[in-house]
């Protein structure tokens, strides 16, 4: 059976997986519209598999901000594939394409996904980060909805005390999704917040607790000590803990958000992304890129505005997402 036909059978199966197949394919309209109809108009234009076609391939994809590195190494491999079953149609290429795409997220494990990392004997203490303005509060209540909703008693402590309303906007997602939230006054300790934080969730039998962080200080330096300081906090109280610490990062910005998972991972143990604003943008190759240049796995991505459009990272999904015209074509 073929790649293409897989993707569709897993995603037309069930009712609950077509939900996601529908999340997936219209939260990557413009990706998809751009990216596929783009593709679609090379093969028109080459029919015959050359070394222009590839060049022209190769544009195409570091436009959809996959990365200058990883579209070098997939174009080469595609052109050794090409080459290996004699493939001389351009159309034929489609699949092959679909199927490295794949290949590049999931490093040939084909994983569906990369579940979250929670403390199954206790507290789990989830740690976000990331600059202002890539939607991590909201990620943060997101992501408190979709744990309550699953059975979890959970708890945000506000530990970005810096930006001007950040401590409010996060009390607003505590009351909308119906969790506690530890709060102190702006300009407090952050590195407190999160302390309290930890010492109310014992005490009152939490299962998750997700801290908030400042996204900007004076300087980059700044941030990142304030960062390692919760983090010592953190380890303090809980060995072993934060059990995950999440960068958001806002997917329309493309190459921008690269180099901001760069400077994270630098500085902090990021074990896994949240890229929000999937739905936003034609750029939704970034996702490859992070994977391929960071090894940091895409856990969640946001596919919209509503509270449950936080949606569990699944790289075949995303491929299905990317080239759902041609497979119902």
């Known amino acids: ?38 593709l679609n108009d090379l093969v028109a234009r080459y029919r015959k ?67 979250l990392n929670l403390n199954q004997d206790g507290l789990s203490v989830i740690l976000f980060v990331g600059v202002n303005g890539v939607g991590k509060t909201t990620s943060i209540g997101k992501l408190a909805h979709q744990l309550k909703a699953d059975g979890k008693k959970v708890l945000l402590a506000a530990g970005d005390t810096f930006r001007a309303g950040a401590i409010e906007q996060l009390s607003v997602w505590a009351d909308r999704v119906g969790v506690d939230i530890i709060k102190h006054s702006e300009g407090s300790d952050p590195a407190a917040v999160i302390y309290d934080g930890i010492q109310a969730a014992r005490s009152r039998g939490v299962d998750v607790l997700l801290c908030d962080t400042a996204g900007r200080l ?89 509270v449950t459009d936080l949606e569990t990272f699944d790289p075949n999904a995303f491929v299905y997402g990317l080239f759902a015209d041609m497979l119902e074509g």
């Open 218 to 306: 004076q300087n980059k330096v700044n941030l990142m000590n304030e960062l390692n300081k919760v983090k010592r906090v953190i380890e303090r109280e809980i060995p072993q803990a934060p059990h995950e610490v999440l960068l958001v990062l806002d997917a329309t910005t493309g190459q921008n958000a690269l180099s901001q998972a760069k400077t994270f991972a630098q500085a902090t143990d990021v074990s896994g992304i949240v890229l929000t604003k999937l739905d936003g943008t034609a750029k939704g190759g970034i996702v490859l890129a992070i994977r391929k240049e960071l090894n940091i796995p895409v856990k969640y991505v946001g596919l919209g505005e509503k």
């Open 1 to 38: 059976m073929s790649f293409f036909k897989k993707l569709k059978e897993k995603f037309t199966s069930s009712a609950e997986t077509e939900e996601v197949s529908d999340k997936y394919k219209s939260g990557l309209s413009k990706t998809r519209h751009s990216f596929a109809s783009k």
């Open 49 to 115: 598999v050359d070394e222009e076609f590839f060049e022209d391939l190769e544009e195409l994809l570091i436009q959809a901000d996959v990365g200058v590195n990883t579209v070098m190494e997939l174009v080469e491999e595609l052109e050794m594939e090409a080459k290996r079953q004699n493939i001389k149609d351009a159309s034929d290429l489609k699949e092959l394409i679909s199927e490295q795409l794949v290949q590049i997220y999931s490093n040939g494990d084909f994983v569906d996904e990369v579940p």
